[in-house]
């Protein structure tokens, strides 16, 4: 899997790079600011990108325009957002349109490898990954709607699906049984109002519910 990585922490990127490499991870670039990242993706035509939310010069939102851009101008790209903060509204300005290859982890998370790799890979295979804070934040600031309708255990199972986990990591966290697991999701369906027709978009759809009324 060739990578591209954009950190402007000197540590935090080399540490990155020490990562990837060491699963297999081919690092195509590892740069400092959103110009670098974007001339990197051109150059290199990476599956997947690991880019910091706020980097030089402004150290604002400058790595989720670039997200952003890479998403529009390659589509196939995967792209993870690193954040030190939970910023809700970038999580839900990349899961605007394709939901496909995305993520949205706080840095901290990146200090437990084996969850960082996991949320690597989810992505990279096409999937989604939010940080669970960030799912916390969300689901705490939400006041009124469709998701009042839906029981305790089917909240936890929003925000795990929210993550980005599957039906099988879903059962392993809530110590059930995976049957039990679609129960519950088909329930948070019909619940949200969302056909059988949207596929296995419907998880996605689910979660945008929250993200849009958060």
Not at 120 to 140: I, Y
């Amino acid at each position: 899997m060739r990578a591209v990585i954009a950190e402007d922490s000197v540590l935090l990127r080399a540490g990155l790079v020490k990562v990837l490499e060491a699963v297999g991870y081919q690092v195509l670039a590892a740069v400092a600011d959103a110009e670098g990242l974007l001339a990197a993706v051109a150059e290199h035509r990476p599956e997947v990108v690991v880019t910091d939310v706020r980097m030089p010069p402004g150290f604002t939102d400058e790595g989720v325009r670039a997200a952003l851009v890479i998403r529009r101008q390659w589509p196939g790209t995967a792209v993870l957002l690193l954040s030190q903060y939970v910023e809700e509204r970038y999580a839900a300005d990349l899961l605007v349109g394709d939901t496909r290859g995305v993520g949205y982890l706080l840095k901290e998370r990146v200090a437990n490898v084996d969850d960082f790799l996991d949320a690597l890979e989810r992505v990279a295979a096409g999937g989604t990954a939010l940080d669970p804070e960030v799912v916390s934040q969300l689901l705490l600031r939400r006041q009124s709607g469709p998701l009042d309708s839906l029981t305790p255990r089917e909240r936890e199972v929003l925000s795990l699906m929210a993550e980005g986990r599957s039906n099988a990591a879903i059962a392993q966290a809530l110590v059930v049984g995976e049957s039990a697991v679609a129960k519950h999701i088909n329930s948070i369906f019909t619940k949200l109002d969302l056909s059988p027709t949207e596929g296995e978009h419907r998880r996605v759809m689910a979660v945008l519910q929250f993200l849009d009324h958060a």
